[in-house]
């Protein structure tokens, strides 16, 4: 028995839709403490807590069933997936706790190696493995809380008209990986989006650090796609204009964009924008990649415009992948607009 053979989805394509999402959080009874900087009401990648000295502390979790059927692979992916959300916010973490749950009749040699590479990633980003918990359930999931502290938080929603917006990774994991599942999928293009996924965010996150005040916000891209990311960080006071020109992609990827490898995360992603996004002559295969479920996606940086093109450069040296994508505009008709 295989791991991928008793899950019905994977990776982040497996989120409840952003709509359906917020309807429900947003009935939810709550506590309010103003050191709670932070919480689910905007959306953001991790909760904030404010420190006595300063400082900020930061809590996230996240976890998924496998989208790949090497347990050791899967265990680095989804680790990298959890710690991305601290990067995201400009935070460094500090620790993690596992999220397990696993099939009582699965070879328990899949877990001892979804473990391993789960904690060969917190090594990688400087951070303690403190314990977790585990379960067992008909599918494998597993996945991190992770806490992480900052001197400086980054919003996701708190981008500057004029600003250049940069994407650290490339997009079209989901649809290589729905591809790769129905065995359809190039082998060298299944390696290339492993490898994207599994990459940390750290290193970039370090190159945003340093250049300071001149980043003004930044996000994950993950099971929502670009086009719904985007629209975050667009708010209620901008619109954030793509080039999908210069997006960056997965080798192979536009070609997986058919109706056989588009995937349910994606629909619900194109279901949430509606209204919300214009797409300009935007090519079938190019509009699938806008709202293509990302695992373990890039940063999705806002940041001065004179000093973008620099921050780009700074990042390629380890993510040569990264491009400048679009900028932010005073808000018009459209939260996005693609051309």
Known sequence: MSLLSTCTSGGCGAKIGAGELSALIGALPVKHDPRLVV???????????????????????????????????????AAANALSDIYAMGGKPLFAL????????????????????????????????????????????????????AGNVLRNNTAETGDA?????????????????????????????????????????????????????????????????????????????LDTASLPLIAGAASYATEAFSTGGGGRN???????IALNGVSHE???????????????????KDAAQALCDAIRRDDPFAAVIGEVRDRGPWTVEAA
């Open 39 to 77: 919480g689910f009401e905007g959306r953001e990648d991790a909760a904030v807590w404010a420190l006595d000295d300063g400082k900020f502390l930061l809590s996230t979790a996240d976890f998924f069933s496998p989208m790949i059927d090497d347990a050791y692979l899967f265990g680095k992916i």
């Open 98 to 149: 596992n999220l397990v749950s696993f099939p009582q009749k699965l070879d328990k040699a899949f877990l001892a190696e979804i473990l391993r590479g789960g904690a060969e990633k917190l090594l990688e980003a400087d951070a303690v493995l403190a314990g977790g918990h585990s379960i067992y359930d008909h599918e494998p999931k597993y996945g991190l809380a992770v806490t992480g502290i």
């Open 165 to 241: 917006v940069i994407l650290t990774k490339p997009l079209g994991v989901g649809l290589i990986m729905s591809a790769t599942r129905e065995e359809k999928a190039d082998p060298e293009h299944t390696k290339a989006a492993a490898a994207s996924m599994e990459r940390l965010n750290r290193y970039a996150a370090e190159k945003i650090a340093a250049l300071g005040n001149a980043v003004h916000a930044s996000t994950d891209v993950t099971g929502f796609g670009l086009a719904v990311h985007a629209a975050e960080m667009a708010g209620a006071r901008h619109t954030i204009a």
């Open 270 to 276: 194109r279901d949430y924008m509606e209204g919300k």
């Open 286 to 304: 190019m509009r699938e990649l806008l709202f293509d479920p990302q695992t373990s996606g890039g940063l999705l940086v806002a940041v001065r």
